[in-house]
T-cell receptor, first 109, second 116 residues
Framework: RKEVEQDPGPFNVPEGATVAFNCTYSNSASQSFFWYRQDCRKEPKLLMSVYSSGNEDGRFTAQLNRASQYISLLIRDSKLSDSATYLCVVTDSWGKLQFGAGTQVVVTP | DTEVTQTPKHLVMGMTNKKSLKCEQHMGHRAMYWYKQKAKKPPELMFVYSYEKLSINESVPSRFSPECPNSSLLNLHLHALQPEDSALYLC???????????????FGQGTRLTVV
């Protein structure tokens, strides 16, 4: 079983709509959780850290559910520039970043 | 400033060549990493340096040799690579490694390596 699992998508989203997707992680001892975005042939860029209480950064909201071991990302008022692959990242008990395979989001005009 | 700089951006090398990838950060981060990423796959960890010492080697073949000359620099020396080693090589850094500190990693733009 993979440490971090994500729905690969693609999620096709009309501009202005809301999209949400989850990732699940297998290691209950994981301490840190992040969402990164990666554009085609570019490096991953940190979108936001995910805290136990949930957190919001503009149009992006991240939630952490430790009991069910999943993390969610919600994007409101989607922009064309939000089209990317969103990587769920979790630290394992060694502190190593474990990457999910990514969820592709395509925002259409 | 959350910048990690990698050079070169692109590299084509023959299987008998020796080349080096370079990475630099000036954020005062004490942990630096090398990742390898193939198309449509997530990054795979290769090496972790913490306080200039090698902490993790993910069973990487010896044709890849990392070096951390100081706290701001990380090199990856390449020798006798195979075509299947062609990939995007990403350097990253974070404030700390495994000490309960902030572990967000910031990535460089990567070196796109082609082995011919």
């Amino acid at each position: 079983r993979k440490e971090v699992e994500q729905d690969p998508g693609p999620f096709n989203v009309p501009e202005g709509a809301t999209v949400a997707f989850n990732c699940t992680y297998s290691n209950s001892a994981s301490q840190s959780f992040f969402w990164y975005r990666q554009d085609c042939r570019k490096e991953p860029k940190l979108l936001m850290s995910v805290y136990s209480s949930g957190n919001e950064d503009g149009r992006f909201t991240a939630q952490l559910n430790r009991a069910s071991q999943y993390i969610s990302l919600l994007i409101r008022d989607s922009k064309l520039s939000d089209s990317a692959t969103y990587l769920c990242v979790v630290t394992d008990s060694w502190g190593k970043l474990q990457f999910g395979a990514g969820t592709q989001v395509v925002v259409t005009p | 400033d959350t910048e990690v700089t990698q050079t070169p951006k692109h590299l084509v090398m023959g299987m008998t060549n020796k080349k080096s990838l370079k990475c630099e950060q000036h954020m005062g981060h004490r942990a630096m990493y090398w990742y390898k990423q193939k198309a449509k796959k997530p990054p795979e960890l290769m090496f972790v340096y913490s306080y200039e010492k090698l902490s993790i080697n993910e069973s990487v073949p010896s044709r890849f040799s990392p070096e951390c000359p100081n706290s701001s620099l990380l090199n990856l020396h390449l020798h006798a690579l195979q075509p299947e080693d062609s990939a995007l090589y990403l350097c990253a850094s974070s404030q700390e490694w495994r000490t309960g500190g902030r572990t967000e990693a910031f990535f460089g733009q990567g070196t796109r390596l082609t082995v011919v």
